[in-house]
Nanobody
Framework: QGQLVESGGGSVEAGGSLRLSCTAS????????MGWFRQAPGKEREGVAL????????WYADPVKGRFTFSQDNAKKTVILQIDGLEPEDTGTYYC??????????????????WGQGTQVTVST
């Protein structure tokens, strides 16, 4: 069974940066769609960034385009989400998720098979 471990959340002022990491274990990570979702209090979980584990075909939600960037360290089975220009609206719990298969990669939470425990991102004005 797959496992995802996240790290890198924290509290920052608006305009600051954070680097979220998600390390996969125990499964063929190179055949997975990887995603970052976030959930603000009282709101539904939303997809903000997706990529295949080889870094191909990255997708970013409109509110984060130009500020969120994927990278990966294949040797460490880790995908990294660099977040710059943080805004208070980015506050929430960020979850890493993985979906088996490479046929499609869509920001639909129900399509993902494995989830991390979540890491909190808080942006103050």
């Amino acid at each position: 069974q797959g496992q995802l471990v996240e790290s890198g959340g924290g509290s920052v002022e608006a305009g600051g940066s954070l680097r979220l990491s998600c390390t996969a274990s125990t499964y063929a990570y190179n055949r997975y769609c990887m995603g970052w979702f976030r959930q603000a209090p009282g709101k539904e979980r939303e997809g903000v960034a997706l990529t295949y584990f080889d870094g191909s075909r990255p997708w970013y939600a409109d509110p984060v385009k130009g500020r969120f960037t994927f990278s990966q360290d294949n040797a460490k089975k880790t995908v990294i989400l660099q977040i710059d220009g943080l805004e208070p609206e980015d506050t929430g719990t960020y979850y890493c998720a993985a979906r088996r298969g490479t046929d499609y990669c869509l920001p639909i939470p129900g399509e993902f098979d494995y989830w991390g425990q979540g890491t909190q991102v808080t942006v103050s004005t």
